[in-house]
């Protein structure tokens, strides 16, 4: 079974019509989830799966289909998963391949070209919360490199 087209197929579904903050079509931003672990197809899967429990609740259904650690993974990323962000994270952090699709889905969200198209106080706002996730995860956020000096 192709699972990882399967996902795709169920992502572009659920996500049909839906726009991110910058107004572009959210199924960019979970393709670019999916690349970043191009070549991990268990990683793959979850990451075309990871916002549709989430966002996508009548979908859900459907994701049952795939196989249980999968499902599994998927489950850990929604945020309806936990009552707060400390069980969350920790959650996650646990679970080697939730983690490994959620620092994917973190770095897109992240990404400074993403950020800039939004206003100053939406995009500091979204820097301080991945900075937290980071810090929540065990990891370090990527620091800017400093201006280069003639």
């Not at 079974?1 to 049909?16: N, P, Q, S, Y």
């Not at 966002?55 to 929604?78: G, I, K, N, T, Y």
């Not at 936990?82 to 080697?96: L, S």
Request: hydrophobic share 50%.
């Amino acid at each position: 079974m192709d699972w990882v087209a399967r996902a795709r197929t169920l992502a572009m579904e659920a996500h049909a019509g839906q726009v991110d903050k910058a107004g572009q079509p959210y199924i960019g931003h979970v393709g670019r989830v999916a690349a970043a672990v191009r070549g991990d197809d268990d990683a793959e899967v979850v990451a075309w799966l990871h916002d549709v429990l989430e966002d996508c609740p009548a979908f859900a259904e459907r994701v049952q289909a795939f196989p249980d650690p999968l499902q599994h993974a998927v489950r850990l990323l929604s945020r309806t998963s936990a009552a707060d962000a400390d069980t969350y994270y920790a959650r996650i952090a646990a679970d080697p391949l939730a983690l490994k699709v959620k620092l994917a889905d973190i770095a897109d969200n992240a990404d400074e070209a993403r950020l800039a198209s939004l206003d100053a106080a939406t995009a500091e706002r979204l820097r301080d919360k991945y900075r937290q996730a980071l810090a929540a995860l065990g990891q370090q956020a990527a620091r800017a490199a400093p201006p280069i000096e003639h």
